[in-house]
């Protein structure tokens, strides 16, 4: 096992979790701090949106220690590249209008997500002592 894929998904897993956590049980608080109205159907889906994270950061913690990478473990990588890759394009183009401080983190930490789990999408993991050919 690779000890930088453990982390990345120990990393995202705990990410992923705590967003699930707070957008499950603070949707309003949520809505609040962005400016909209909390009103029934925003609120049911800022915790069906938290679900998802929920889902995926269990996910990623509980396959931290497979092998990821190449053809191992594909869908979990591919769904994690994804996931992170495209909301990193839609935070950079809301960072552009809405330059906020709270944008720019999570358009920083998404980013660097992203290239990571493209790294290691699509590069071949090594076993520990392995050298390439």
């Given at each position: ?59 990623n913690w509980m ?71």
């Amino acid at each position: 096992m690779d000890l930088r894929t453990r982390a990345l998904m120990a990393i995202s897993a705990a990410f992923m979790g705590l967003l699930g956590l707070g957008a499950s049980f603070l949707p309003q608080e949520i809505l609040a701090s962005a400016g909209f109205p909390a009103n029934r159907l925003a609120v049911v889906l800022v915790q069906v949106t938290g679900a998802l994270f929920l889902g995926f950061g269990f996910l990623n913690w509980m396959a931290r220690g497979t092998l990821i990478g190449g053809i191992y473990s594909r869908p979990v990588a591919m769904g994690n590249f994804i996931h992170f890759a495209v909301v990193t394009i839609v935070l950079v183009k809301a960072s552009s209008t809405q330059a906020t401080t709270a944008f720019i983190a999570a358009t920083v930490i998404y980013a660097v997500l992203a290239v990571w789990f493209g790294a290691v999408l699509f590069t071949h993991p090594l076993k520990r002592g392995e050298t390439r050919p």
